[in-house]
Structure formats: structure tokens, C-alpha cells
């Protein structure tokens, strides 16, 4: 029986598996990801992350829990780059590049304590950025719109799970987004501060998403007047989001949870 070594870490609660390999995913990897994710039958996680180490950092490929593909994850990116500054010793000022489907990501090593990490990561530009009004199971919800390398949909007004559980549902697999949506509903608390709740494609709610912390973030400074630097409390945690003409910028911490030998292959 084959298997393998798997890193799990976490940020903010978003917790992903991360399986070290020679030459990127599997041709069974969005099988492996539904089975090793599974919170009961598996180790359980939001993600996994199929990472091949390069000298600048690390190539990746990620899969949602449910087997989907996903472009990037804010808080994944964080994970390897905590891993990487684990097992390389990394000081504070390193350096890491992450590859994901939606372009290289660059990490600064902020600071370092045991397992955990904290970094800045330059998280690219928004683009298609827009506000539209959506029409929803009859309500027409009014959102903004845009891409942080993965899509996203930010709708401001109540915080509560069962407008969560409706409209993250509902929206993320909505016709208007083809590929599917993230979804995240935020209060905007003060001019440098806002509070969100996720339901992340392909997973479901989440307790964090680093793109979906800067998604909302920027649909708050470009559709709010809020602040360009700005606090973003999710219910793991807040971290704090600039943008800038450079572009996004995301700073949080990341940490490893444990080292786990995992058969790949189904028991017999």
C-alpha cells in the first residue's frame, strides 16, 4: 500500500493537508482529496495542497474538500510558506514564492515562534471588479463582484449563519457565475474595520479565507469609503488587508498542526 507524507496546518481555523511531491498532483487527486479531507473518514480538512518545492519556495495545485479544483487559497499559500519556513529555518525577512493556478504569490516572513508564522503576502490585483444586483430564489440581492485570482461574491448587511447557509448556497453555484463563487457576507463596523462570514466554494462555510478576506476588503474601500488599510475579522480571526497601486497586500499567521502518514490507497 502506497504512502504518504502529509504536513497539516492551519490559519485562522482554515486548515489544509499538504502532501509533499516530485512532480505535481496526481492523475487521482481530486479523489485523494475527498477522501483524506473527510472529517470522519479521513484526516479532515478544508483542502489539500499538492506542493513540489523549488528553490524560491513551492509549485502547488489545490483541491477543495468536496475533489474541485481551486485556483488559490490566501490562507493555503500561508500554510506552505509555514511549512517551508519550518523545514528551511527561514529568519524573519525571508523570502518565499508560492505557485498556484492563478500566478506566483510572494511571502515576506514577518515573524516566526515554534510552529506558527506570520506573513505578508502580496496577493496580486482585483480585477473585474463591479457591483451588480443579483436575483436570488425572488430577492435581488445587491453585491459586489471580482476576481483575487479566484472569484468572489461580497454581500454587505446582516451577519447571521442562516443567511449564510441561504445565500452562500444558493449563490455560489448561481447561473451568473459559471464557475462558481465564493461567497462571503460583511459588516462594515467601522472606516478600518469590517466583519465577514465565509462559505467557501467547494467546502462550504469556513471559519477564514485569505482571498476572501481581501475580496472583501477591497469591495469595501471601492463600494464602502472604507479605509485602504483595514481589519478583517473573521470568525477565526482578524487580519489586516492594504491596498495599494502595488496591489493587495494580506498579513496573518499560519501553523503547523502535525505530520501524518496517510495510506493513499483504500484499505482492502
Same mark, same amino acid.
Given at each position: 500500500?502506497?504512502?504518504?507524507?502529509?504536513?497539516?496546518?492551519?490559519?485562522?481555523?482554515?486548515?489544509?493537508?499538504?502532501?509533499?511531491?516530485?512532480?505535481?498532483?496526481?492523475?487521482?487527486?481530486?479523489?485523494?482529496?475527498?477522501?483524506?479531507?473527510?472529517?470522519?473518514?479521513?484526516?479532515?480538512?478544508?483542502?489539500?495542497?499538492?506542493?513540489?518545492?523549488?528553490?524560491?519556495?513551492?509549485?502547488?495545485?489545490?483541491?477543495?474538500?468536496?475533489?474541485?479544483?481551486?485556483?488559490?487559497?490566501?490562507?493555503?499559500?500561508?500554510?506552505?510558506?509555514?511549512? $517551508?519556513?519550518? %523545514? =528551511?529555518?527561514?529568519? &524573519?525577512? *525571508?523570502?518565499?514564492?508560492? /505557485? +498556484?493556478? #492563478?500566478?506566483?504569490?510572494?511571502?515576506?516572513?514577518?515573524?516566526?515562534?515554534?510552529?506558527?508564522?506570520?506573513?505578508?503576502?502580496?496577493?496580486?490585483?482585483?480585477?473585474?471588479?463591479?457591483?451588480?444586483?443579483?436575483?436570488?430564489?425572488?430577492?435581488?440581492?445587491?453585491?459586489?463582484?471580482?476576481?483575487?485570482?479566484?472569484?468572489?461574491?461580497?454581500?454587505?448587511?446582516?451577519?447571521?449563519?442562516?443567511?449564510?447557509?441561504?445565500?452562500?448556497?444558493?449563490?455560489?453555484?448561481?447561473?451568473?457565475?459559471?464557475?462558481?463563487?465564493?461567497?462571503?457576507?460583511?459588516?462594515?463596523?467601522?472606516?478600518?474595520?469590517?466583519?465577514? $462570514?465565509?462559505? %467557501? =466554494?467547494?467546502?462550504? &462555510?469556513? *471559519?477564514?479565507?485569505?482571498? /476572501? +478576506?481581501? #475580496?472583501?476588503?477591497?469591495?469595501?474601500?471601492?463600494?464602502?469609503?472604507?479605509?485602504?488599510?483595514?481589519?478583517?475579522?473573521?470568525?477565526?480571526?482578524?487580519?489586516?488587508?492594504?491596498?495599494?497601486?502595488?496591489?493587495?497586500?494580506?498579513?496573518?499567521?499560519?501553523?503547523?498542526?502535525?505530520?501524518?502518514?496517510?495510506?493513499?490507497?483504500?484499505?482492502?
Amino acid at each position: 500500500m502506497a504512502r504518504r507524507l502529509l504536513i497539516k496546518a492551519q490559519a485562522y481555523g482554515n486548515d489544509f493537508l499538504i502532501a509533499p511531491v516530485a512532480g505535481g498532483a496526481p492523475v487521482d487527486g481530486a479523489d485523494r482529496a475527498r477522501r483524506v479531507c473527510d472529517r470522519r473518514h479521513g484526516v479532515g480538512a478544508d483542502g489539500l495542497i499538492f506542493a513540489t518545492t523549488t528553490d524560491a519556495g513551492a509549485e502547488t495545485e489545490l483541491f477543495n474538500s468536496d475533489g474541485s479544483r481551486a485556483e488559490v487559497s490566501g490562507n493555503g499559500v500561508r500554510c506552505v510558506a509555514a511549512w $517551508l519556513a519550518h %523545514e =528551511r529555518a527561514l529568519q &524573519p525577512g *525571508s523570502r518565499v514564492t508560492i /505557485g +498556484t493556478g #492563478a500566478g506566483p504569490k510572494r511571502l515576506t516572513l514577518l515573524e516566526s515562534a515554534k510552529a506558527r508564522s506570520t506573513f505578508e503576502a502580496a496577493m496580486g490585483h482585483p480585477t473585474g471588479l463591479a457591483q451588480r444586483v443579483l436575483d436570488f430564489d425572488g430577492e435581488e440581492v445587491r453585491a459586489s463582484v471580482l476576481s483575487m485570482g479566484n472569484p468572489h461574491c461580497v454581500i454587505f448587511g446582516d451577519l447571521t449563519d442562516e443567511r449564510l447557509q441561504r445565500l452562500g448556497r444558493g449563490l455560489a453555484t448561481l447561473a451568473e457565475f459559471p464557475a462558481g463563487t465564493n461567497v462571503e457576507l460583511a459588516h462594515l463596523e467601522a472606516a478600518d474595520r469590517i466583519r465577514i $462570514l465565509i462559505w %467557501e =466554494r467547494g467546502v462550504g &462555510p469556513t *471559519s477564514s479565507s485569505g482571498t /476572501g +478576506t481581501c #475580496a472583501a476588503a477591497v469591495a469595501a474601500i471601492a463600494h464602502h469609503a472604507a479605509s485602504r488599510r483595514i481589519d478583517v475579522a473573521a470568525p477565526g480571526g482578524v487580519q489586516r488587508v492594504e491596498w495599494t497601486d502595488d496591489g493587495v497586500s494580506l498579513v496573518g499567521w499560519a501553523e503547523l498542526v502535525a505530520r501524518v502518514d496517510w495510506p493513499f490507497s483504500p484499505p482492502a
